[in-house]
């Protein structure tokens, strides 16, 4: 029956083309693990959980973490694609949700942030997927701070990529002098901007509705 | 070269160089007057005639249209009055077949029931018995005088006989008219089931005498449209309309019920063609959805077309009955058949549902903003089947309520058809008017135009006119003002 209905529909609609890849979502998450951000558990929680709910059959969903040194395919911490059955693509998620669960219980601080790493793999991984619809959430305060002797000055392949800043928070210098969180802002919406690719920041977790549009 | 160096070319001064710019451009004016009118006039006439042409072809197709609509209106209404006309027959014929098919039995029990009451009155009719002929031998002998003891003697032994006899006699005639009496008695249930049957046979004459009369209006409307009286033609298109507004209605209802059918089997459709497929910019699961749904109406249409009740294919209404019925039960089995996939398709909607459901719970459980957690997985599980059972029922019982959207959908083809035509022609007339309209606009504007031009040149028109008038003398005063033209 199956076979059929879909051979029936792709024959009437055989001069539009019958495809999956480019109209599926691809979304990579990079989940900040320095310092004091270990603290923000919940909220990474919150946001895994709303992508879950909202990626449909089809989709390809990663988590990551924000460490020293985060162009590594060891850094993803979960990736999937989920099938093209609902009840399959829900087993996937709650599979999904498991790891999420055992990797934020055993969560460890890393000594640096290599955010352009990170950013550099998702692109990577996202270009792979050859979804039509990618997504990288950046859950950070966007501060880098790169091990010594680590080299990131290069362009980022983020063309038709949408990144979004996540929970950007606000440092105890930048309480002190507001410039500078808007300048580290300004700073990453132009590397990105620059790489081809569309920055926004979404620090109100509870409008998370917009997330993946656009 | 610039205006302003243009204005400056005859003098430094520019209205100097403005007004010798304007009597050269008059003086040119006057120059030309006659082929300048000439060439305007023959513009306004050239547009005038264009516009009176296109208005007078548009015409031309209005009124073909509207024979065409007419005849096609005159045509489906022959059509449709045909049809009933036959309907009734079939229904003449109906009754015919099935009650008067007896009536050469009804007519042999009539005749028998007949024969039996005339044998029975025939009996009750006989004459009784006669006094015996003695009876006028005694007269004679009663008339001797009865002075003899011996003659007295027998005359009483006759008296005697005679009352006996007589006594006997009216025994006889009692008897007699008794039995007369219980033949007529048994005559009785013959009469009443002659007149039961004869009842029965005017009831169905009096059916009969109905659908005659329903065929006699009916051939009066055919009458009245095969001679296309404009009385008639009216009351069609304003029939038609109506059918168009009622069909179009019904129409837009089933849409609705099409756009509910969708959504019942548009997510379960996705687990078995997969949700992450596309097909263009559509899923392959809604479009699957789509066609099952636009399978059944046709599979509907056909059912309909099959059974006769709707004309929209002239060649399966043309098959024989055999064939006709074969593609009626195959109609129905295909539609049966989808009806059950939908009712399946139903309740595996309701299982996803239930699934989501569950994931949504446990995503709202498994850490995260505890605030957004909420037991909406924990609804009441004994009145969960309800629902489920209303889909599948809704997925079953749709089909073949959209197997009637083939009614509505013929009357809307038939009635667009006119109504379409009517709506040309009104655009058609109000082209054709506007063009008239742009017609004279453009004579009137040639000749303002015309006008116009002498109002830039009067200077020149006016010493013109008094040059002639000085050449003349005596006509000046007569032209006057208008002389010059």
Known sequence: ?214 | MSPSELLNVWSSTPALSAAVWLVLLVTALYLARRPAHELIAATGRIGERGLRLAAHAIRRGETLLARRNREVLLGMAAESVERDIEREFERVSTVVNRDLAGYPALQRELHQIITQIDEDYRDATQVPPMPPPWTEAIDAVAKIEAKDPMVAQVLDDIRGTLDKSGRRALEQHRKETKRRHGLLKRMLPYWRGLSGKLRAVSSQITGLDERAGKIDAHMERYEGIRSGADATVRTLSSSSLTQFLIAGLVLVVATFGGIINFHLIALPMSEMVGGGSYIGSMKTADVAALVIIMVEITMGLFFMESLRITRLFPVIGALDDRKRRAMAWTAFTFLVVLAGIESALAYMRDMLAADQQALVSMLSSAGGSSSEITAEGGGNATFHWIPAVGQMLLGFILPFALTFVAIPLESFVHSARTVLGVVTIGVLRALATVLRVAAAVSRAVAHALIQAYDVIIFLPLAIERLARGARVPGRGKSTGPEGGR
Not at chain 1, 181 to 187: I, T
Request: proline fraction near 3%; hydrophobic fraction near 40%.
């Open chain 1, 1 to 214: 029956m199956r076979k059929m209905l879909i051979a029936l529909a792709c024959t009437v609609m055989v001069a539009t083309g019958c495809s999956s890849g480019s109209h599926g979502r691809a979304v990579y998450l990079l989940v900040d693990t320095s310092g004091t951000y270990t603290k923000e558990v919940d909220r990474a929680n919150a946001i895994i959980n709303y992508l879950l709910g909202t990626l449909e059959p089809g989709d390809s969903f990663a988590v990551a973490r924000i460490d020293s040194a985060s162009f590594s395919e060891k850094d993803i911490i979960a990736r999937v694609t989920f099938a093209d059955q609902p009840t399959k693509a829900n087993d996937q998620k709650r599979a999904f949700r498991q790891a999420m669960t055992q990797f934020f219980s055993n969560l460890h601080a890393a000594k640096y942030t290599d955010i352009r790493g990170g950013l550099l793999q998702a692109a990577e991984w996202l270009h792979e997927t050859g979804a039509g619809d990618r997504h990288i959430l950046v859950f950070s305060d966007l501060k880098e701070e790169l091990p010594p002797g680590n080299k990131r000055d290069f362009k980022l392949p983020l063309k038709g990529t949408s990144v979004v800043a996540l929970n950007v928070a606000k440092l105890r210098p930048d309480q002190v002098d507001p410039k500078r969180y808007l300048k580290r802002v300004d700073m990453w919406r132009e590397r990105v901007t620059n790489a081809g690719g569309d920055f926004r920041v979404i620090n109100d977790l509870s409008r998370l509705d917009g997330l993946l549009k656009g």
